[in-house]
C-alpha cells in the first residue's frame, strides 16, 4: 500500500508527464509547421514516450492499492523562435524531470518505501538517457549555427527516430 504523501507525489508526476506529451507534442506542431518533418517526427515520439512514462506511474500507482487522481494542468508553449530554442527549451525541461525524479526517489527512501524505490529506479536510468539525447540535438544545433544545408540533415536523420529507437544526431 502506498502512503498518501508518496501516492499524492506520484499522481503529481503523471501530471507532469502529460504535460510533457502535450509540451513535446506542441514542438512538434511548430517542427511541422517549419517545414522540418523530421524534428516533427522525433518530437512527436518524444510525446508518446512521455504518455508512456505518465501510464507508468498510473499503473504503478493503482497495482500499489492508491488512487489515480488527475488533476488541471497547465497548456503548452505555442510559439517557438527557432529549433535551437526548442532543443534549449526541451533540455531545460528534461532537467527538471530528473529533479523530480530524484525528489520522489529520496521521498520513497524516506518512507522505506522499497517497492516505490525499485520501480523508480528504472525513471533514473532512463532520465540519463533522455538528458543524452535531448542534449546531443542542442549541441548539433549549436555547431550548425545558421547553416541551413545542416540543417536539411539532421532534420532527415531525426526523422529516422521511431519509438524506443534514439539515433545519434550529428
Ligand atoms: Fe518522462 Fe522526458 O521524461
Redesign the pocket.
Known amino acids: 500500500m502506498l502512503s498518501r504523501t508518496v501516492q499524492d507525489a506520484m499522481n503529481e508526476q503523471i501530471m507532469n508527464?502529460f504535460h510533457?506529451s502535450f509540451q513535446y507534442l506542441s514542438m512538434a506542431a511548430y517542427f511541422e509547421s517549419a517545414n522540418l518533418p523530421g524534428f516533427s517526427r522525433w518530437m512527436r515520439v518524444?510525446s508518446q514516450?512521455?504518455m508512456e512514462?505518465a501510464l507508468k506511474f498510473y499503473d504503478f500507482v493503482l497495482d500499489r492499492g492508491g488512487n489515480v487522481v488527475l488533476g488541471p494542468m497547465d497548456g503548452p508553449a505555442v510559439e517557438f523562435g527557432s529549433p535551437l530554442e526548442v532543443f534549449e527549451e526541451a533540455l531545460a525541461?528534461?532537467r527538471r524531470?530528473t529533479a523530480q525524479i530524484n525528489s520522489l526517489y529520496s521521498l520513497a527512501a524516506g518512507e522505506n518505501d522499497y517497492a516505490s524505490q525499485t520501480f523508480l529506479q528504472w525513471?533514473v536510468t532512463?532520465?540519463v538517457e533522455?538528458e543524452k539525447n535531448t542534449g546531443d540535438v542542442l549541441e548539433t544545433l549549436r555547431m550548425i549555427g545558421g547553416g541551413s544545408e545542416a540543417l536539411f540533415l539532421l532534420d532527415r536523420e531525426l526523422g529516422n527516430r521511431t519509438d524506443g529507437d534514439q539515433p545519434e544526431a550529428g
Open positions: 508527464e510533457a518524444q514516450e512521455e512514462h525541461h528534461e524531470v525513471f532512463e532520465q533522455e
